[in-house]
């Protein structure tokens, strides 16, 4: 158990009880080497390996109980900390949770412009991103807020359009609406209180941050191994966009060399193939558990 001066105030993080963020959120703090039991039973959760509490309760209330200091972090959406307007810092944006707010309207209706929303009825459970997006765009809307099932509204004509998140589009399409206007770009996010904290706490969030960055970063490359004739070692390093330089070692044949790098995992594909042009052969691709640089 890691402890600091001022042991016994674990570091309180808020997670989401039960949703699409949960398992997310539990596997990326289990990636980076923390251990709890039975999560899935437990309001509160003590970490086995490190001063950390996960509280799991509802996404919606996660901004309010970091703002408050109730919680000292909290992994949540983007969008419901932009919408709750909590007084917070983000520390962290994390690859997972990715979706985005807009406006979406019947396909056969005539809402095709944020302007033809003038005058007419969404449903959102999203009012105060909703209702800043129209003032910025200068149209008044009325706005019905509810909690789910945002998509029938328009069916059940209670609203004219909605404003709801998007990932992949089939839940529009399937209920015929059309997606018109994105206005928040979402991902789920570390958040910190903006209370003052404690020097062990800040210390115990500056060892928790370096996990998670290390973990990030591991998570976007791979260790890239390869033999390659001795000759086409130079091309291969010019090649090579590394984050150090790449090791070379020898190999029983003089002639050959292997060539070891960790490369970003965007630029895999344009990288393998220019190294196969150069005279690359035998590679291996590895993923990486995590990197402190
Ligand atoms: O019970 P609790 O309040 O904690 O959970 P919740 O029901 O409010 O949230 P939950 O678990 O559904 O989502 C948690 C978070 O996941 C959201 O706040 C977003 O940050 C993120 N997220 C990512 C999404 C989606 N993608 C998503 N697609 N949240 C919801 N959706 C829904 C959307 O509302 C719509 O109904 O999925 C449907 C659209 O998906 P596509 O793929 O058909 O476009
Ligand atoms: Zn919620």
Not at 17 to 45: A, C, H, Q, V
Not at 99 to 125: H, M, N, Q, Y
Request: proline share 4%.
């Amino acid at each position: 158990m890691e402890r600091t001066a001022d042991s016994g105030t674990s570091l309180r993080i808020a997670i989401q009880k039960d949703g699409r963020l949960t398992e997310k959120t539990i596997d990326l703090l289990e990636g980076i080497g923390l251990r709890f039991d039975n999560y899935k039973r437990s309001l509160m959760l003590q970490c086995r390996n490190f001063d950390v509490e996960l509280l799991l309760i509802r996404d919606d209330d996660i901004p309010e109980y970091v703002q408050d200091g109730v919680c000292d972090l909290g992994f949540v959406g983007g969008n419901v900390t932009a919408e709750t307007g909590a007084d917070v810092s983000v520390l962290h944006g994390l690859d997972f949770g990715i979706c985005r707010l807009s406006l979406a309207a019947p396909k056969d209706g005539d809402i095709k412009t944020v302007k033809d929303f003038e005058g007419k009825t969404i449903a959102t459970s999203y009012p105060n991103l909703t209702q800043s997006y129209l003032k910025k765009n200068g149209v008044n809307a009325n706005i019905v807020t509810i909690s789910g099932a945002v998509e029938i509204a328009p069916r059940l004509e209670v609203a004219d359009a909605i404003c709801d998140l998007v990932s992949t589009g089939n839940t529009l399409k399937a209920n015929g609406l059309e997606e018109l206007e994105v206005i928040f770009e979402s991902e789920t996010e570390l958040i910190q209180t903006n209370k003052t904290l404690s020097p062990g706490k800040q210390k115990l969030i500056e060892k928790f941050m370096q996990r998670i960055d290390g973990h990030q970063q591991a998570e976007r490359s791979r260790y890239i191994m390869m033999n390659a004739p001795r000759s086409a070692v130079p091309d291969i390093k010019d090649i090579i966009p590394s984050l150090k330089s790449p090791t070379v070692m020898p190999l029983a044949d003089e002639e050959m060399a292997a060539v070891h790098t960790v490369i970003p995992i965007e630029q895999f594909w344009e990288v393998m193939e220019k190294l196969k042009a150069a005279g690359a052969s035998g590679i291996v691709i590895l993923p990486i558990e995590s990197m402190i640089l």
